[in-house]
Structure formats: C-alpha cells, structure tokens
C-alpha cells in the first residue's frame, strides 16, 4: 500500500519556472528520499533527507521535511525541459522496504 | 561503477505461464529489494534480499518468489501468471539494505501477460 500522497497529481509548467511538489505520509520514518522516473524506465534517486534534517540542498534542488506535519516538499528551480518526469517521494525505516508516494508528473514545456 | 542491470527488458508471456526476471546488483551491494510497478497500485515492495536471505517481504500471493546467490544477483520468479501481474517489475540495491541507504534501481522489467 501507499504511504501517503503527493500533491499534485500532475504539474505543467514552464522551462525557466519553479516547480514544487509535496509529499505527506503516515508512520514515522528514518529518512525520506525523492526520486525521478522517466516515462515508465528506472528510478534515479535524487537526494536523501534524514529525519533529523530539515533542508536539503543539491544543485537545483531544495528539500524539506517536517516530521511533525509527517510532510515534504521538493523544490526543482529553474525547470528545464530535461525535468520532465515523474517525481516520488520514498520513505525508509529501519528495514530496506521503501515506501513510495503516488508520484507526482511534472511536464516542463518549451 | 556499473549500476544495477536487470534482464531481460521486456517479456511477453500468457495465463497460466511462469516467468523468472533477474538483477544483478551494483558490485559490493549485498542487499536486493524487488518492487512491482502499475498504474493501479503505484511502487509496491515485493521482497528483499540480503546474503542469500529473504530478510523483509511485502504483502504479495506465494506465487511471487525470489533468490539471491552468494554473488548478490537475485532472481524473481512469478508462477502462474495472472493478467493483474503486467507491471513494471524494478530491483533495487543498496550496500546493506538498511532504511539509511540509498537504494539504487535498475531500469526495469515489464512484464506482459496476455
């Protein structure tokens, strides 16, 4: 079963724009992890935010988590078209199992 | 380094079929989990693997089994194909399998059950 939702469902915008996707879950976790998949091909991992962290930076990417709203939110700036995928949030406990999220499609338009 | 390599990419197989997907994980991974992806369900854990254990499994029928050998590759086996079983089945390693790793995952096997 899923962990929880994303939202949006589903995001268009502009090459140059902002895009921010949230994440909520249910159960307490050890990290969070967010993820990109290309239309139905592997996930890339994007970055790792611990459950002691409230920020995480790399690159063009933002993260954040709050534990006590059991939520999270990936920043992408400056969008490019190359970003158009499916976003997943991941959560990890104290086992291997990962979590996932509904996932969150993100079309970056010329 | 290379990265995680499952195979084959796509299978085509019928009702009633059995089937066998393999991963071979990124060199010195010892853990290897199996999701199964689908448009219904989303990302579900399957199972993992850690030195030649099933150490965790998800909420999935016996017919979805799986190994791993003393080289860390793993296989999936699905017998008795059903319809509901088409999805995008991925394999994820990690160095130890603890919720603090990163798991990196393959590209991924999709399965179609006619």
């Known amino acids: 079963s899923q962990q929880g939702e994303e939202d949006p469902q589903a995001l268009s915008i502009q090459e140059g724009e902002n895009a921010t996707m949230n994440c909520s879950y249910k159960?307490?976790?050890?990290?969070l992890q967010w993820y990109r998949q290309n239309s139905g091909r592997g996930l890339v991992h994007l970055i790792l935010i611990r459950s002691n962290e409230r920020e995480k930076h790399s690159g063009r990417l933002r993260v954040t988590l709050d534990t006590s709203k059991k939520s999270s939110s990936l920043l992408i700036t400056a969008s490019r078209a190359a970003d158009t995928a499916s976003y997943f949030c991941?959560?990890?406990?104290?086992?291997?199992?990962?979590?996932f999220g509904t996932g969150t499609r993100l079309q970056v338009t010329l | 380094k290379a990265g995680v390599t499952q195979t084959p990419r796509y299978l085509i197989k019928t009702r009633g079929q059995q089937v066998t997907l393999s991963c071979s994980p990124i060199s010195g991974h010892r853990s290897v989990s199996w999701y199964q992806q689908t448009p219904g369900q989303g990302l579900q854990f399957l199972f993992e693997?850690?030195?030649?254990?099933?150490?965790n499994k998800g909420n999935f029928p016996g017919r979805f089994s799986g190994r791993q050998f003393s080289n860390s590759r793993s296989e999936m086996n699905v017998s008795t194909l059903e319809l509901g079983d088409s999805a995008l089945y991925l394999c994820?390693?990690?160095?130890?399998?603890?919720?603090?790793?990163?798991?990196?995952f393959g590209a991924g096997t999709r399965l179609s059950v006619l």
């Open positions: 693997y850690f030195s030649e254990t099933q150490r």
């Open positions: 994820a390693s990690s160095l130890t399998g603890s919720g603090k790793n990163i798991q990196y």
């Open positions: 991941a959560t990890g406990g104290t086992a291997s199992k990962l979590t």
């Open positions: 159960t307490s976790i050890n990290n």
